[in-house]
């Protein structure tokens, strides 16, 4: 039977179930990476799984996220890192590298292998045929153990190209449209597969855009073919291995098509507060801006920052504006600042930051109270850069920096006086890997250093036969894991959760944490209820391990997206899809609720039956469903994966 790139690959890979959509399978991991921000837990965890060394092809630990370091805290959370990388056989890339879907792309991606990620943009991956998905910390540490990765075997949308872009309009734009057609929910379980003519006109890094941003969509990943291309661009980083041709065999099936003719497409603009809120450029045309930056994992390649700086040279950004550049890796910082390009961007007026996620994640360059920010980034979800008042537009590079030159948004289309940047060809990238720690075949001797930020994971309860408590926080729609465990400043505590756990929706609701918290010591349980689309955005898991923390034992909302609610079944918390909006509209905060044999009705869930929620209230009763395989039904008995695995290992 023909089968479609995404089936081919998982096929090769599939250890447990069958390929059947919507079942349940388990797939073997050939190569993880994490990064700062969630790999101090994932190591933790892998660490109390009891293995000397990780088992997988390749394990990838990248300092990327949060390395402004202020205090103590950063500091000690790298050096456990790089010494826990050592201990246990990990790849280590050092503070100042880049970014881990840009080094990644670089050093490590292989055609057709299998990429697990503690980073929700791992689909970046999918650039170079790659099945690279994004999830949580813990799963991420079994992938490390050798243990198989489960997933629903995903329904496949085909999206045709056809054409070529026109100048000025990018690979950011094609995903913008994807964006625009699908939106940011009801994706669950959906794969992107890229196919037609309009491909071999795309880069490498063009395509790793798209399938970043893929992740913005809630599909499990997106994938390209392996092509000349690809080959290509594999060869000029010295990695000619890494090629294996891949593609679709004639005939395959999809579940699903979208068409897009590459040479009508404009300049798009995502608007305020979220990617899928899709304009034209053009409609924004002549809004005054005060900030532009450009980078982050989405749009900081080589070609991307030669672009920029074609368009910036011989030119100069007002003071009006606050312009920045984030190369997104050391490769692509050395490469620019031997072939003139950085100097274009310094005499032009920009402001060079780190190789580093860092503005994307609201870890520096905040914007001014109600300021007007572009950037090429891939969220912009409502305070995640650090300022609530702030509005943020995500556009492509050539966007970003025409915009900066006129200190208002420019339609390329419409202007005359600036050309087209062309195309970027590269024979031969400048390879230095002086700033990967490759670990020594023997890491027994090495000692690995905590610091006293550094906590343990915590544990969790088995589930009891009732549970009750009260409704500690009722929100609405589109509740990210921004809103539910901020980053920015924040960040230094995540290998503390104790202290993290006193952030949890600080944004929203400041008493949150003391109400779970006060219940949790009554022995009484907290429950979320929420509207559609929670837990959309960052893998983080820390949006379940502090609410568990907190005695959350249960998240009751009109939907949850795939990576959340795996983290959510991973400790413990049951993740209910409420059934009706008007049940929504009925339970508010402050009921209280009971599940009467809670462990029998996660069991009977399986079998297709609701799970009936009483509110003592108001007397209702309400039947949600409890979408989980079995294996989650066994974690949220046995009170999460880590349980799960101490109890199968007796």
Request: glycine share 10%.
């Amino acid at each position: 039977m023909p089968r479609n790139i995404t089936y081919k690959v998982l096929a090769a890979h599939l250890v447990e179930g069958c390929m059947k959509t919507g079942s349940p399978i388990g797939i073997r991991i050939d190569q993880t990476l994490t990064q700062d921000a969630t790999g101090t837990m994932a190591y933790l965890q892998f660490e109390s799984i009891g293995l000397e060394r990780v088992r997988n092809e390749l394990a990838v630990s990248y300092v990327d996220h949060n390395t402004v370091q202020v205090g103590f805290e950063n500091a000690d959370d790298h050096r456990y890192l790089q010494s826990v990388a050592a201990s246990k056989g990990v790849v280590f890339s050092r503070a100042g590298n880049g970014i881990c879907h840009q080094v990644h792309l670089e050093r490590f991606g292989e055609c057709g292998k299998t990429l697990l990620g503690s980073d929700s943009h791992t689909p970046t991956g999918g650039g170079l045929g790659m099945v690279a998905i994004g999830a949580g910390g813990l799963d991420v540490a079994l992938a490390m153990a050798g243990v198989p990765f489960s997933l629903i075997c995903p329904r496949v949308v085909e999206i045709r190209l056809h054409g070529r872009l026109r100048p000025f309009v990018t690979a950011k734009d094609v995903i913008l449209t994807v964006l625009e057609r699908f939106g940011v929910k009801g994706n669950v379980n959906t794969v992107f597969e890229y196919t037609g003519d309009g491909v071999a006109t795309l880069s490498v890094p063009e395509r790793a855009t798209i399938c970043n941003m893929g992740a913005e969509c809630g599909v499990t990943f997106s994938i390209f073919p392996c092509d000349e291309v690809t080959r290509a661009f594999l060869a000029a980083q010295g990695r000619a291995d890494a090629y294996h041709e891949l593609s679709a065999d004639d005939g395959a099936s999809y579940d699903d098509l979208f068409e897009i003719d590459l040479s009508t497409l404009e300049p798009m603009a995502a608007c305020p507060h979220s990617p899928g809120n899709v304009k034209r450029v053009a409609e924004l045309a002549g809004m005054k801006v005060d900030q532009v930056l450009i980078g982050s994992c989405t749009n900081s390649s080589y070609a991307d920052m030669v672009k920029v700086g074609r368009i910036l040279e011989g030119r100069q950004v007002p003071p009006s504006v606050s312009f920045a550049v984030a190369p997104g890796s050391r490769q692509v910082l050395m490469m620019i600042t031997r072939d003139g390009t950085l100097e274009k961007m310094e005499r032009a007026g920009a402001r060079v930051l780190e190789c580093a996620c860092g503005f994307c994640i609201g870890n520096h360059q905040s914007p001014a109270t109600d300021a007007v920010s572009l950037r090429t980034n891939n969220r912009n979800f409502e305070g995640r850069s650090g300022t609530k008042s702030a509005q943020v537009y995500l556009v492509s590079p050539e966007v970003a920096a025409l915009s900066a030159l006129a200190g208002m948004i420019v339609d390329p289309l419409a202007q005359h006086e600036v050309e087209a940047p062309g195309d970027v060809a590269v024979d031969r990238f400048l390879c230095d890997d002086g700033m990967l720690v490759f670990p020594p075949e023997d890491g027994s001797g090495v000692e690995i250093l905590r610091g006293p930020n550094i906590g343990q994971p915590p544990r969790c309860k088995a589930m009891e036969d009732t549970v009750r408590g009260l409704v500690s926080i009722k929100v609405g729609d589109k509740i990210t894991t921004d809103h539910i465990m901020p980053a920015g400043a924040r960040l230094k505590y995540r290998s503390n959760i104790p202290v993290y756990s006193t952030f949890v929706f600080e944004n929203v609701d400041p008493d949150f944490h003391v109400r779970s918290a006060a219940l949790r010591d009554e022995g009484r349980a907290s429950f979320i209820v929420a509207g559609w689309s929670y837990g959309q955005g960052s893998s983080r898991e820390h949006a379940a391990i502090c609410p568990m923390y907190l005695g959350v034992k249960a998240v009751m909302a009109l939907s949850i997206e795939r990576i959340h609610q795996a983290n959510l079944c991973n400790f413990g918390i049951m993740p209910l899809t409420i059934v009706r909006q008007e049940d929504y509209d009925e339970i508010a905060q402050g009921h209280e609720l009971v599940i009467d044999d809670a462990p029998g009705q996660v069991r009977a869930a399986l079998e297709g039956r609701l799970v009936e929620v009483r509110d003592l209230t108001n007397g209702r009763t309400y039947g949600m469903r409890l979408d989980v395989t079995a294996r989650q039904a066994d974690m949220l008995i046995d009170g999460g994966r880590l349980n799960q695995m101490r109890r199968e290992m007796a």
